[in-house]
């Protein structure tokens, strides 16, 4: 049977990663991200079949609940039924709290919480009548503690690990996995590299997480029993202090 796998905020590292690893199971891949991001989308659909899998690329606001719906029903219809749902949108910003402005605030809650909670109830919508699927959202090292200057995204990161555990309890005994993880550690990245250039300079080849490997334990978690199911998976190198 067709099946498929929506990675909503496939960029060039992790979600790309993750996406590419499904399609290299079967999975047909769906993958968003905003309009502005159109050309990357295509660039990694394209990755994708030359790797000899399938992916469409979808341009879709995930804060917006019209489209997140019309995007999950256009998958079921036109594409095939959703088994794997990853949310993976960052919006990691940093301000000093009394420079923070309260648009900063609410788009950071929008982006990181509030659009997790549209991805979910729509998966939820179609895998639980089907009583089996997997969800599974991106946390951070936020998620479990609010460092300085990260009040906007460490709420919006404890609020979505707060969706998952509620999640993980409501579906669990109907056949769908919920799982959050736990990236706790910079990951391999452009936009690290450029910005942390020390760091990639003194690293070795395993002190900094590879979006492959991320993907891998995605993919695990994917495939784990019903009878042994992981609620929330930390990974971070063995070089992170924690």
């Known amino acids: 049977m067709k099946k498929s796998c929506l990675v909503i905020g496939a ?7 993750i996406a590419r690893r499904f399609a290299r199971e079967g999975f047909t891949t769906c993958i968003t991200r905003r309009e502005r991001h159109m050309d990357q989308l295509e660039t990694l659909a394209q990755a994708i079949s030359d790797e000899g899998g399938q992916a469409h690329p979808f341009a879709v606001d995930a804060r917006d609940e019209a489209a997140t719906i019309a995007l999950f029903d256009q998958i079921e219809s036109d594409i095939a039924p959703l088994e794997v ?11 000093p709290i009394g420079e923070m402005t309260a648009q900063t605030f609410q788009k950071v809650w929008e ?3 509030f659009a997790g ?10 895998m639980e ?13 936020a998620s479990l503690r609010g460092s300085a200057q990260f009040a906007a995204f460490a709420s919006a990161k404890a609020g979505l690990r707060a969706l998952a555990q509620s999640m993980a309890r409501e579906l669990g005994p109907k056949g769908v996995h919920v799982a959050h993880t736990v990236i706790d550690g910079m990951i391999d990245t452009p936009w690290s590299r450029e910005t942390f250039p020390d760091a990639f300079k003194d690293a070795g080849a395993d002190n900094i997480l590879k979006p492959d490997s991320i993907a891998e334990s995605y993919w695990q978690l ?21």
Do not use: Y
Request: charged letters at 25%; proline letters at 5%; a positive charge.
């Open 11 to 17: 960029g060039d590292a992790t979600g790309g990663a």
């Open 85 to 95: 749902v990853v949310f993976n949108i960052g919006a990691n910003v940093w301000f």
């Open 111 to 113: 982006m990181a919480c």
């Open 117 to 126: 909670f549209l991805a979910g109830r729509e998966a939820a919508r179609r």
């Open 129 to 141: 009548p089907r009583g089996k699927g997997t969800i599974i959202f991106t946390g951070a090292t």
């Open 222 to 242: 994917h495939r784990q029993p019903r009878d042994a199911w992981t609620h929330e998976l930390d990974l971070r190198p063995w070089s992170e202090k924690w």
